[in-house]
């Protein structure tokens, strides 16, 4: 089922490109690359009318158009904030390039002769601009149509004509493999680094927030100054489980009740502190925490007993604001002290 999931997401994206996420982090990107694409042409389109002959057969008016179009393109790719106007802008611009080099190269004499390399040229050169071959094949098409409309297909009779008419295809099958290729290692990049981001902040046996990313997220929470408070979690006799029962039985443990904690935590941040202790930043005044508390207390010990004697003990600090957060580790850890020695399987606030 997994793997039938990631085959359909793998499909979606290289027809019309990834999510918010990847498109967010290539963005940057997709958009220089089409900027420099479209700059270049440009460029290569003004010197080719430098030295062109027949320019007085040129349609001036047209042409200057059609540069008006790639200017406009690149000030869309400039100013775009979104994937899809960048898509837009792409298309627009090697549309426009296209049209140019078609009136160059009617302006020049045997069209159909310089049409091919420049189609070829600008269909490979388009493929990893866009993301998605959808979209790709579409401007890909959209190139050949406006330069070779009226020109081809050319008179079978002619000698190279066959050869003319594949060049056209091959460029488009070669340019969907180098469309297909591009996106792909964008793909595996962006899965390469969501699971170095993984490794990094996430708890590799529960899934919950590592100490780091709990940290970072805590300290991020105080600059929001409201009332809130951290719960520092201890799984009570946690050793006598690991030498009595084993390691394996013990992950199972350290996993059933991260579940729990995620599950009664809802919105509120929670992560693995390490070992067997866990930690929760609630928001919410002092009563509410402490009710909060007390149903987590109750829900971790009737989610394993009678079968098997585990509990958590809780030791709950004010997390202010203008404090170092150390501070109220160090009273939590007083509290979670407080709970132990009064009997566990409870909660004590400082």
Known sequence: ???????????????????????????????????????????????????????NTLDRGALLSALAGIVLAIGINVAARAIWVLKLGGAVGMCAIAYCFRLLAEAAGQAEFWMQPVGVFMVLLAAPIFNGCVVYLIVAAAVWLILGYGHFPLDPAMAHAAWANLLIAYSMLFGLVLSISFNLLRLRDFRAREALTRLAYQDGLTGLNNRRRFTELTQQMQLQRQAMYFLMIDIDNFKKINDTLGHDAG??????????????CGGHLCGRLGGEEFGIVYLGDRRAVCQFAASLVDAVYLAFNPGQAVSISVGIAELACDTELAHSYRQADASLYQAKHQGKNRYVIA
Request: charged share 20%; no cysteine.
């Open 251 to 264: 992950d199972v443990v350290l996993v059933k009740t991260a579940r729990i904690i995620a599950d009664a």
């Open 1 to 55: 089922m997994y793997l039938n999931e990631t085959r359909r997401q793998t499909l979606h994206h290289l027809l019309f490109g990834g999510g918010r996420a990847h498109a967010e982090k290539y963005f940057p990107e997709l958009r220089r690359m089409a900027v420099v694409s479209e700059s270049f042409g440009l460029a290569s389109i003004l010197l080719v009318w430098a030295f062109i002959p027949h320019v």
